[in-house]
């Protein structure tokens, strides 16, 4: 438990607070220059789960379907883990992304989804970092070469967090709390798509770097 936390923090959370200055101004921003401006933020997020000795032992292809899979879906988690310090500069972001679809910010909506589980990180982080690996190494593919050993990677995990949380909450609330997580995910997941059809109705997502382009199913 305390290397999960030790590689979270080496990994996706000091580097992207100690690089991370919001501006003073709010900042309007097109969809491509909004993603593009994310990118040091996914890459140390992927960064984090290349670290995960459970990644490691997939094959390229694997892990690759891995991340285009499930990254975006994971962002506003992380962004919740990022921003729940009371210190966190991540708290006072001021963006309007313009020219989407029917005047959509995005990230008004990324700010709302992060804030759903602001509560729950404040409550108990290690327990949201558990769910983050759980939910990384979920898939509906059938494409992954290794699709037994992925899921046999998220029952292990799954099983090591309600260890974790009937040891630190009892039966009765650690209950509640899996399905309170279940309930805003499966509402993270709604929102998520309507993001995804606001990105590819955009003009000028042939702009979007080409890691963003794959993380955002582009490609």
């Keep these: ?3 999960i936390t030790h590689c979270y923090n080496q990994y996706a959370s000091e580097p992207c607070i100690s690089k991370f200055n919001p501006s003073n101004e709010t900042l309007y921003l097109r969809l491509c220059e909004f993603y593009n401006r994310k990118k040091p933020i996914i890459v140390h997020f992927i960064d984090y789960y290349k670290h995960i000795p ?29 921003k729940t310090p009371e210190q966190s500069k991540f708290r006072y972001a001021k963006i309007q992304t313009i020219d989407c679809y029917e005047n959509t910010n995005l990230h008004y909506l990324y700010a709302y989804l992060s804030n ?45 967090l309600w260890t974790y949380m009937l040891d630190k909450y ?10 309170n997580i279940i309930m805003k995910y499966l509402h993270l997941q709604q929102v998520i798509e309507q993001i ?12 979007l770097d080409e890691l963003l382009k794959s993380v955002l199913q582009l490609t």
Aim: charged share 15%; with cysteine.
């Design 116 to 160: 759903q589980f602001v509560p729950l990180v404040a409550y108990d982080s290690l327990m949201i970092k558990l769910v983050l690996i759980i939910l990384f190494f979920s898939t509906n593919s059938n494409e992954l070469k290794q699709w037994n050993v992925v899921q046999m990677i998220q029952t292990n995990y799954l099983n090591l």
């Design 196 to 207: 995804d059809f606001v990105i590819r109705s955009n003009e000028c997502i042939d702009q």
């Design 1 to 3: 438990m305390n290397n």
């Design 54 to 82: 459970d990644f490691q032992q997939l094959n390229i292809d694997d892990q690759v379907g891995l991340v285009k899979e499930n990254i975006r879906y994971l962002l506003p988690i992380n962004y919740a883990l990022l």
């Design 170 to 179: 009892g039966e009765n609330q650690a209950r509640c709390l899996f399905m």
